[in-house]
């Protein structure tokens, strides 16, 4: 699986140049999340390309509403989401549409949706209860992989089935998907491994401090959800 995504040929890369303030980072970051261009956005929006991208890159921009709302429609999201009235929150805030489907996923697309990296939830039974923790983590060779610090509460997953979770849900259009997988967890004491890990992981654990212990859960099971407007 590939390391990160490569977006198409003209299609924008979220770490190209500075974006401040909140409503720039959230434009950029939907539109690299629909491989779009600001050309194809400001289309969509019926507006200059350079207003959306003084709107990218400038924290004092204030568009009034009715750019808000062109905006939210040329990305697909809302103008709450755009503009982060929803920062703080958990996501799913919006109402069910009135023909929700929901469908299995295969593994094939369970893999694909995991692929990469992102964060994801580790779970693992205790001796006192069942924990969940969230964890910044990278597949490679199809393999998940995530830091974690020595002696932490994930130690006690090691040598033993886990599950891993990762999700998406887009409240603008009441859809999403989830997906499952079950797993051996063990830790990676190979120092030539844990390089080459650390070489290929996208970010280091938002977390910050000190997490050098490598973790690897090798999947033997997946289920995925997906719910679509029908």
């Keep these: 699986m590939a390391e990160r995504p490569t977006p198409r040929h003209g299609a924008p890369d979220p770490e190209d140049g500075p974006a ?21 956005v400001a289309a969509r929006a019926g507006m200059a390309e350079a207003y959306v991208a003084h709107l990218e890159r400038h924290s004092t921009a204030a568009p009034d509403s009715g ?17 982060g009235g929803y920062a703080g929150l958990p996501s799913g ?9 929901l469908g299995e996923l295969g593994e094939q697309e369970c893999r694909e949706l995991l692929s990469t990296h992102g964060v994801g939830r580790f779970s693992v ?62 830790p990676v004491t190979d120092e030539a491994e ?10 280091e654990p938002w977390a910050g401090g000190e997490r050098d212990l490598w973790v690897r859960i090798e999947p033997t099971a997946f289920t995925g959800r997906r719910i679509e407007v029908g």
């Design 20 to 40: 401040r303030g909140d409503l720039g980072r959230r434009l950029r970051r939907r539109r690299a999340e629909l491989g779009l261009t600001r050309e194809e």
């Design 67 to 83: 750019t808000l709302l062109r905006l939210a429609g040329a990305l697909r999201t809302s103008p709450q989401e755009l503009g």
């Design 93 to 101: 805030l919006g109402r069910a549409s009135r023909n929700p489907r």
């Design 125 to 186: 039974s205790t001796e006192g209860a069942p924990v969940v923790l969230p964890v910044n983590y990278t597949v490679v060779d199809d393999a998940i992989v995530f830091r974690t610090r020595e002696g932490s509460v994930i130690s006690e997953g090691f040598g033993r089935e886990v599950a891993f979770e990762v999700d998406r849900v887009d409240d603008a259009l009441s859809q999403g998907w989830s997906v499952l997988v079950r797993g051996t967890a063990q």
């Design 194 to 203: 844990a390089a080459r890990l650390a070489e290929r992981a996208y970010s």
